[in-house]
């Protein structure tokens, strides 16, 4: 996948310490159940793998980014927690700060941003992503 591709080179010429990577819950990380608290939702096979490989990685920042309410914000985590998936951050990226040429008080910053709205396949992305992954030896 280019954009993987792209983002952890880009990395690696400009020497920085880490990647930022924003996540969405429905239909990205997690099945739909369309229930507010996600009851019965099941995280997508590929998405496990990935998600627990980039937790380990101190040179990964994932960033779980989803419009839910407090308490099916807290029932998703619980969910990870339980496959140890662990995000960063919750909505935001406060390591990124507002400088001179970018402001990130409304956007907030991110390498790779994975969600359904963006064109993302659950189905078959989380395989591509680690095929591409192990492809540039960065599957660790």
């Not at 369309?34 to 990964?60: C, F, H, K, M």
Request: hydrophobic share 40%; net charge negative; charged share 30%.
């Amino acid at each position: 996948m280019k954009f993987i591709k792209t983002a952890f080179q880009r990395k690696k010429e400009k020497n920085w310490p880490r990647l930022y990577v924003a996540v969405d819950m429905h239909q990205t990380a997690i099945t739909p159940t369309w229930s507010r608290l996600n009851e019965g939702a099941q995280l997508y096979p590929d998405a496990v793998e990935v998600l627990q490989q980039w937790t380990r990685r101190e040179d990964i920042c994932l960033i779980l980014w989803s419009p839910l309410h407090d308490d099916a914000l807290a029932a998703v985590v619980k969910l990870m927690d339980s496959h140890v998936i662990r995000f960063d951050y919750l909505n935001e990226n406060p390591e990124i700060v507002t400088g001179e040429l970018c402001k990130f008080d409304r956007k907030w910053y991110m390498d790779i941003g994975l969600d359904d709205k963006f064109g993302f396949d659950a189905e078959k992305d989380w395989t591509r992503i680690k095929d591409t992954l192990i492809e540039i030896g960065e599957w660790r």
